[in-house]
């Protein structure tokens, strides 16, 4: 499956997108979690690119994007980018899916610009929780926590560690998957960018706006996930009022790696419903 790189300008730096499928079919946009970028989202994107133009961005500060360390790094500032980028790239409206961070910030986006997404789906989204209590996000701000940060990176650039955080099998952790997993890693402004995440962490602060959303929403997740409280799902299926709940038994919280043939079913599904 061939991948094309696309590149959008905007004021506060480039945006990476890896595109699939071609270009007059209808439009996916995956969105990718924290620690994670385009290349997370490859299998169902290249199983999804058979019927639909399928955009994965890297956030700013992620994968191939810019990563500047002096511009906000809320979710609502990265949801804010991803509107300027869909609507560069005129593609809208789309059938929008999030994971993990990617899910509340297309959560910020359903809500700032309904009128660009068709369908939303949630991938095991964060949310619905207090955010960075403040004596780290004051340490992170100080920049106390980047030393701290490097060492987590080297840590996950191990296969055992690897294999445990996204719960996979060792044998799946091939060098080829670590050397594209943990490439962002290895970008020096990584920690400060970490830090400033944190600093600026505005988790569920649009909690009381979700009942806004009427698009069709979907809600998958799955039973071992022990990255998100259950009670964060619970929260998006009580709030949001047009959705549906998948709930995957035995699979934990990066769902695209652990079931990607799966996932891609259930995205599929969704957005044929929705066209």
Not at 93 to 116: D, F, K
Not at 133 to 162: E, Y
Not at 208 to 219: K, R
Request: charged residues 20%.
């Amino acid at each position: 499956m061939s991948i094309t790189p696309l590149h959008v300008s905007l004021p506060e730096g480039n945006i990476h997108i890896a595109v699939y499928g071609s270009q007059n079919k209808t439009p996916v946009i995956l969105l990718h979690g924290t620690a994670a970028y385009h290349y997370c989202w490859r299998n169902v994107a290249a199983h999804l690119a058979q019927s639909y133009r399928v955009y994965c961005p890297d956030m700013l500060g992620a994968g191939f994007s810019d990563k500047p360390i002096d511009v906000p790094y809320s979710k609502r500032a990265q949801a804010l980018r991803l509107i300027s980028a869909i609507e560069s790239l005129g593609c809208g409206p789309v059938h929008l899916a999030g994971h993990s961070l990617g899910g509340e910030v297309a959560t910020h986006i359903a809500l700032e610009a309904p009128h660009l997404i068709q369908s939303l789906m949630l991938i095991a989204p964060d949310g619905f929780r207090q955010g960075v209590i403040p004596p780290v996000r004051w340490a992170a701000r100080k920049g106390w926590m980047n030393g701290m940060f490097r060492r987590a990176m080297r840590s996950q650039m191990k296969p055992k560690t690897l294999s445990r955080i996204l719960a996979l099998p060792l044998d799946r952790i091939t060098p080829d998957f670590m050397e594209n997993w943990t490439m962002p890693y290895t970008h020096p402004n990584t920690p400060d960018i970490i830090a400033k995440s944190l600093a600026d962490d505005d988790t569920g602060v649009i909690s009381d706006h979700v009942p806004q959303i009427t698009l069709p929403s979907l809600l998958v997740y799955g039973t071992k996930d022990r990255m998100i409280p259950k009670r964060v799902f619970a929260k998006y299926q009580a709030h949001l009022p047009n959705v549906r709940t998948e709930i995957y038994e035995g699979y934990g919280h990066v769902l695209m790696e652990q079931c990607p043939e799966r996932l891609s079913e259930t995205i599929d599904s969704f957005v044929k419903e929705n066209l």
